[in-house]
């Protein structure tokens, strides 16, 4: 630590900081625009000229070390009459389009203009024109001719979303920000440049003039889209949301949010959003009923079944997208009518699921610590399009020496350095841990050799895995989504947990849908006796109540899941969205998103994360959770008495939350058989994920959700003797898709990538199992 003085007040920071750290710490305003805490120091706007005494002209602050004796000041007249002079300049071809400029109101420029600009400008000559560039259907770039250089926007994509897409080209007053060859912005964290951009050059285009800021109401909420739980504020204008951005919390999401959070609200009012309860009727005809008529049928109905066939041909189905409090009253009204066929987890295949990982999974660590690891594996999960947020915290990990490993099935790239890659079929993922864990043995590892594994020969690629995670101090292995929905994931998480204890490692899961870890704590998975919702969707049940769930493009079988939903004697649908179950529902029932009712989240780490309704409920909508209550009242069952969502989440966390965490693995470890043919593997693109997502009209225009097709390598595609522009036939034991082909040498050898979550692949059934694909 060094000592300085900056306006007469001294303080301290750690050598090596900038001056306007140290001046941010005493509450000291530096006027800047191209610093940002986050971004590498570029000092390109000089804003921040202050005076520093003995020095022989004012010296950027965000550039200058800070030093012992160090005497600065920011307000005196050397450093005023730099910071109004860099204004001038900065003023001399920025146009006087304030009124129109989404930016107004909001703007780093507008209000430094206030403090440090002229009454009026000396300037006479022309001022220069940018012409918009494409950057894609989420920014839009129509008033670049603001722009000021100051780089936040490349500094970002190269730091933070880990690519390069745009950058700067031509000189002097003649520079442009660019995308190259006139290519679209595709990362997954974009529209964090419109937070940084200090001026109005990169603007929201689903927001564009739609509302100005002033106008709008800030309120706090949770992202339910991924596991992470990112804060949000979200803005309103007359009940209706018209723009999210992030809150700033450094614990958790830091001061980014992923696109899929930002711009997901576009999908809340669609014209497929239900706006009454609907009921059909004996000739299969949609009618609106009132909230009376309708919940009196529901009643009726699960009452028949109920007194025809017991309780347990009822089941229940939710969403990890729901909150905490409507799976808990899932539950408990299943439970109350006399069935344990409750659960939420709709793409888990693995019947032992739960007989293998008894306890509530969760990451193991806080997010932080996930951030300071110095030794990562992660097995069978496409980060990037899972997890962005803690991807990119591990893109920060990465560039301090943290070697990051992966055992998958699509190399995709992370966007970081790997150390170390195995990429096999999906069915080969246990053995693939078993031959790290052989070499970690052999490396001289703690702990034994399962008697199963003798025979295990360690790749190369796996010694090296072990190696590398041998030599850490602080070590983490973390299972994604497909290795949890793998229909072998006890087996993958007792190899994993093995090759855990090995290196003296943490075990975590990184699990999907904003609040998996809020769904075992609320008790909305079957106990002993009970069906999963795989089982419930494979062997038909009488009667269905589906909570938030999409399950034809939300269960690992939609196909299937539609047939068996068609077949059974009643269903119910607590939707959004009309065209999520008007194929297979008796009744439906409007309620509402996140955005319209309180709840809770608990995210990866364990983190209780309530929040309020930020927006009126639409039309007839209502929240689930007291949708739940009052259909539990009309059963007369008990329990269900609550008359807030508070009292309902208080109940679920009793006794705390940490206590009840738990990565413990109770399933043996062994290897897997191995398959011939070819083998699906089935990601779901990050625009596909859950159904408000897959209604957001700009996300459905980006190139992450653009029609599937079948990825194949190289090396599989002349196996097959197919072109890599041809289209192909493919079968499953289910059905078959007529698909474009894509050569992909990051698919495993004798895989065939296929996204999930379309229409178009609905036919082919589940993620896993072998495919046939010939030329069409």
């Excluded at 000089?46 to 520093?52: E, P």
């Excluded at 920014?139 to 880990?162: A, K």
């Excluded at 008359?643 to 009793?654: A, F, G, I, L, P």
Aim: hydrophobic share 40%.
């Amino acid at each position: 630590m060094v000592e300085l003085t900056i306006d007469g007040i001294k303080v301290e920071a750690p050598e090596g900081s900038m001056v306007i750290q140290a001046a941010h710490k005493l509450g000291v305003f530096v006027p800047h625009f191209c610093y940002h805490k986050k971004l590498s120091v570029a000092a390109n706007c000089r804003m921040c000229l202050v005076d520093v005494e003995k020095a022989p002209k004012a010296l950027p602050a965000c550039a200058t070390p800070v030093t012992n004796g160090m005497i600065v000041h920011t307000r005196s007249p050397k450093a005023i009459a730099a910071q109004k002079s860099v204004m001038e300049f900065l003023l001399i071809n920025h146009p006087l389009d304030c009124p129109v400029c989404d930016q107004g109101g909001e703007c780093q420029l507008q209000d430094l203009a206030v403090g440090y600009g002229a009454s009026a400008s000396r300037y006479q000559e022309e001022k220069r024109v940018v012409v918009a560039k494409s950057m894609g259907p989420l920014i839009s770039t129509d008033g670049m001719q603001r722009c000021i250089h100051c780089t936040r926007c490349i500094r970002f994509g190269q730091e933070i979303g880990g690519i390069m897409e745009i950058g700067m080209v031509n000189r002097g007053e003649h520079s442009e920000i660019t995308t190259f060859v006139g290519k679209a912005v595709e990362s997954e964290l974009s529209g964090n440049m419109i937070d940084i951009c200090p001026v109005g050059a990169l603007l929201s285009k689903p927001f564009k003039f739609s509302a100005r800021t002033w106008e709008m109401a800030r309120r706090r909420s949770v992202s339910p889209h991924d596991s992470l739980g990112a804060n949000l504020v979200v803005q309103t204008k007359l009940d209706r949301v018209l723009r999210v951005v992030p809150f700033e919390n450094e614990d958790v999401n830091e001061c980014w949010i992923s696109d899929r959070d930002r711009y997901s609200y576009e999908g809340l009012y669609t014209p497929d959003r239900l706006a009454h309860p609907m009921v059909k009727g004996e000739d299969g005809q949609w009618r609106e009923a009132s909230w009376t008529d309708a919940l009196q049928v529901v009643a009726q109905g699960l009452n028949t079944v109920r007194e025809q066939f017991g309780g347990n041909q009822i089941g229940g189905i939710g969403s990890p997208m729901a909150t905490t409090e409507e799976l808990a009253l899932l539950a408990r009204l299943m439970r109350a009518i006399g069935s344990e066929n409750v659960d939420f987890r709709l793409r888990a295949t693995d019947p032992a699921l739960d007989q293998a990982i008894p306890g509530v999974p969760w990451l193991g660590m806080s997010v932080a610590e996930f951030g300071e690891l110095d030794r990562v594996l992660v097995v069978g999960s496409i980060l990037r399009k899972e997890q962005p947020l803690l991807a990119q915290r591990l893109r920060q990990a990465a560039k301090r020496g943290t070697q990051i490993f992966f055992i998958d099935s699509a190399a995709e790239d992370p966007l970081f350095p790997v150390a170390g890659r195995i990429t096999v079929a999906p069915s080969q993922l246990p053995n693939a841990l078993a031959e790290v864990l052989v070499a970690l043995s052999q490396g001289g590892a703690e702990g034994r050799v399962p008697e199963g594994f003798s025979n295990v020969q360690a790749s190369e690629a796996a010694r090296r895995i072990a190696a590398g995670l041998a030599s850490g101090q602080r070590v983490g292995v973390f299972l994604g989504d497909m290795a949890m929905a793998s229909n072998q994931a006890g087996l993958i998480a007792a190899n994993a947990s093995e090759v855990a204890k090995a290196a003296r490692a943490t075990l975590g899961f990184l699990s999907s849908g904003g609040n998996t870890v809020g769904g075992y704590l609320a008790g909305a998975v079957p106990a002993r006796g009970g069906l999963t919702a795989d089982q419930m969707l494979q062997q038909p049940l009488k009667a269905y109540v589906v909570l938030h769930a999409e399950p034809a493009l939300d269960a690992d079988n939609g196909a299937r899941a539609l047939q068996v939903l068609k077949s059974a004697s009643f269903k119910v649908a607590l939707t959004s969205f009309r065209s999520a179950a008007e194929d297979w529902a008796d009744v439906m029932l409007p309620i509402s998103p996140f955005t319209e009712t309180s709840g809770t989240f608990v995210n990866i780490e364990g983190r209780v994360q309530s929040f309020k309704g930020v927006a009126a409920p639409h039309a007839d909508t209502r929240p689930a959770w007291k949708v739940l209550r009052v259909l539990g009242n009309l059963l007369d069952l008990q329990g269900f008495d609550d008359e807030t969502s508070e009292s309902v989440r208080d109940s679920v966390m009793v006794g705390g939350v940490e206590a009840r965490l738990s990565n413990q693995v109770a399933a043996q470890p062994g290897l897997a058989a191995p398959a011939s043919g070819l083998e699906r593997v089935a990601d779901v693109p990050i625009y596909r994920s859950d159904a408000l997502v897959r209604r957001s009209e700009p996300l459905q225009q980006t190139s992450a959700s653009q029609p599937p097709r079948a990825r194949m390598s190289a090396g599989t595609l002349a196996g097959l003797g197919i072109g890599p522009d041809a289209a192909v036939r493919v079968r499953s034991a289910q059905g078959e898709a007529v698909l474009p082909v894509l050569q992909d040498d990051t698919v495993a050898p004798g895989c065939v990538r296929i996204a999930t979550a379309f229409n178009e692949t609905l036919a082919l059934g589940g993620g896993s199992g072998q495919l046939t694909v010939e030329r069409v």
